[in-house]
């Protein structure tokens, strides 16, 4: 009789996956649709999500940029009144006096100009070394709480510093006068940077309106 001896067969290799690997793929099946339809965080939503510091300093640097931007235009017109000015020509017949008029108006015209918008410009550079010590000053001093309290302080700060060499300095009187204001004038919750801004146009730096004008007028931004 022959042995009948039993045969062990080998698996294929093609067989099926096993049962973890077929879950796996299942689960790479359903998700990688979500995935690649998951949204984005835009920038801008990151860039909103700044601290208190960061914003006023934004702020400030914004107002700035608008304070840059009239100190161009007044050059420009200053450019245009000095070309006004290089193209007048004395050749006339002086012995009519209207002749004489004319020609005093015409010089004096470009020659006033000139002068208002150098005024102007020196106004506008006042402003912005007021921001720049500003910015500075939350930059490396405030601590995130009450702007309004450390912009009031820092402002008389700042006139102590313009008061410190007698006779030179320019710009303490505005410097008093607008912290005044922020403290007097300015309404319980306003923004103390956009209330600062429309007192410095309205006041100027270095012909600064007193805080009592300012209080009878109520013509402010910040209500």
């Known amino acids: ?25 299942l689960f790479v099946l359903l998700v990688s649709p979500c995935l690649t ?3 984005l965080l835009p920038v801008a939503q990151a860039a909103t999500a700044q601290g208190p510091k960061a914003q006023a300093i934004s702020a400030l640097r914004a107002w700035r940029e608008r304070v840059l931007e009239l100190d161009r235009k007044a050059e420009s017109a200053q450019a245009a009144s000095l070309t006004q000015a ?19 108006r ?3 015209t470009p020659l006033e100009r000139l002068q208002e918008l150098d005024d102007e410009r020196l106004e506008l550079k006042a402003q912005r070394q007021i921001l720049d010590q500003l910015i500075f000053r939350i930059d490396s001093k405030w601590n995130g709480n009450n702007l309004k309290a450390f912009l009031e302080t ?49 006041s100027t730096v270095l012909t600064p309106k007193s805080v009592l004008d300012l209080l009878r007028s109520q013509n402010y931004v910040g209500n």
């Open 1 to 25: 009789m022959t042995a009948n001896h039993g045969v062990t067969q080998k698996p294929s290799s093609k067989s099926q996956p096993s049962g973890w690997l077929a879950v796996t793929l």
């Open 37 to 39: 339809t998951l949204p």
């Open 86 to 104: 290089s193209r007048l020509s004395l050749k006339r017949d002086f012995s009519q006096s209207q002749t004489l008029e004319i020609l005093t």
């Open 106 to 108: 015409e010089i004096e």
């Open 154 to 202: 820092s402002l008389l700060e700042m006139a102590q510093t313009d008061l410190a060499d007698p006779g030179q300095g320019t710009w303490w009187r505005f410097m008093i006068q607008a912290s005044l204001a922020l403290r007097e004038a300015a309404e319980p919750g306003a923004d103390p940077i956009r209330f600062l801004e429309a007192y410095m146009s309205d």
